[in-house]
């Protein structure tokens, strides 16, 4: 079984919409994080998470919420869904590691807002 | 500006080529630099990572990082079909290897 795993992997939405992306893994980490991808801006960060208690805004957080359910859940919601928030989701993981901390990846989850 | 620039591609290779993929970036707060590895469809993986100036060798993978003229290389030596992928260079100052700055990835296609 994958260590980090999202749900769903692919969802069509409207404008307007509330949705929920979530985000379980299984490697034991404090650290978790969601991510956006868009073709040619490369992977920028939405909201990062320490521990259950610690939420923190990233590059990109307006039009966006988190909730950190517990260690192994970190959920994105777009309360109100808009065209340009289409674009693929990564959630990713880590513990603290100096310079050898490394994040792991879920597979994605593509969201397209019509 | 972007804080991290790379070379989105495409890029394609004959199989056994060297293949030289790079960023540049603008922050010279940086001192940890990765490379990380994304097949079609799936998330990015961690290939490489490096400290501050230096080169650092994996197989066939070598990690350079030039400091002074805020570049980063990877080379990949002997390619592979397998190596198709885009390539994402991400980037850290000291303290923050959490917060990292991805470039926009170089889509690699190895022609067997």
């Known amino acids: 079984d994958a260590d980090v795993t999202q749900t769903p992997r692919n969802r069509i939405t409207k404008t307007g919409k509330r949705i929920m992306l979530e985000c379980s893994q299984t490697?034991?980490?404090?650290?978790m994080y969601w991510y956006r991808q868009d073709p040619g801006l490369g992977l920028r960060l939405i909201y990062y998470?320490?521990?259950?208690?610690?939420?923190n805004k990233g590059e990109i957080s307006d039009g966006y919420s988190v909730s950190r359910q517990a260690q192994a859940k970190f959920s994105l919601s777009l309360e109100s869904a808009i065209p340009n928030q289409t674009a693929l989701y990564f959630c990713a993981t880590s513990e603290p590691g100096g310079v050898k901390e490394t994040q792991y990846f879920g597979p994605g989850t593509r969201l397209l807002v019509l | 500006q972007k804080e991290v620039e790379q070379d989105p591609g495409p890029l394609s290779v004959p199989e056994g080529a060297i293949v030289s993929l790079n960023c540049t970036y603008s922050n010279s707060a940086f001192q940890y630099f990765m490379w990380y590895r994304q097949y079609s469809r799936k998330g990015p993986e961690l290939l490489m990572y490096t400290y501050s100036s230096g080169n650092k060798e994996d197989g066939r993978f070598t990690a350079q990082v030039d400091k002074s003229s805020k570049y980063i290389s990877l080379f990949i030596r002997d390619s592979q079909p397998s190596d198709s992928a885009t390539y994402l260079c991400?980037?850290?100052?000291?303290?923050?290897?959490?917060?990292?700055?991805f470039g926009s990835g170089t889509q690699l296609t190895v022609l067997p």
């Open positions: 991400a980037m850290s100052p000291p303290g923050s290897a959490r917060q990292l700055t």
């Open positions: 490697k034991g980490h404090d650290r």
């Open positions: 998470s320490f521990d259950v208690k610690d939420i």
